[in-house]
């Protein structure tokens, strides 16, 4: 499952402003040459905004969730996946929850979710510490919020549950 695309590109919107910002400060107005102090600061501008551009275009590459060596990767918090034991993955469904998006506009606001269920007997994957704005781990359901996935339906959550039994299958035999 992908991450949200439109998200992650609008979020790269201020930090392009802020290095153009940089870009008129280090060149200065024509026909002027700019202080040299005001010109470390562009550039520092610049650079500041280059690596956080970087950094979130990155994010497009990580998905929310993926499925490798008999596992399935969770990506809701800062560094490497949480990696489930597939065996401990019973099933998605399609749910819904509060977006946690800021402000006070969108505090009664709902997104699509994704929810997986962690079977009764793996009791070490019944909880684990997640980043609130990108879901929730409590009780054996995972829950990913749609509002920094890929747009969430019945055939995202119809896709996942065929390739869970396709790798379960794999896995039994």
């Known amino acids: 499952m ?25 060149l200065g107005v024509p026909g002027r040459q700019p202080a040299t102090w005001m010109r470390a600061l562009g550039i520092g501008l610049i650079v500041v905004a280059g690596i956080t551009i970087v950094l979130l275009l990155l994010q497009l590459r990580q998905p929310r969730l993926a499925y490798c060596d008999g596992r399935l990767l969770v990506w809701l918090r800062a560094g490497a996946p949480i990696r489930v034991p597939i065996g401990a993955v019973e099933c ?17 606001t709902e997104t699509q979710t994704i929810v997986i269920r962690i079977a009764d007997k793996a009791v070490e994957w019944r909880q684990q510490e997640v980043k609130p704005q990108l879901g ?29 039994a396709e790798v379960t299958a794999a896995a039994s035999t």
């Open 136 to 164: 929730a781990w409590c009780d054996g359901y995972i829950t990913i919020r749609g509002t920094w996935c890929e747009p969430l339906n019945i055939d995202v959550v119809n896709r996942l549950n065929r390739r869970l």
């Open 92 to 108: 998605f469904w399609l749910g819904h929850a509060a977006s946690l998006l800021p402000g006070k506009r969108n505090e009664r």
């Open 2 to 26: 992908r991450t949200n695309v439109r998200a992650v590109l609008f979020g790269t919107v201020l930090p392009l402003f802020v290095g153009l910002a940089g870009l008129v400060l280090s």
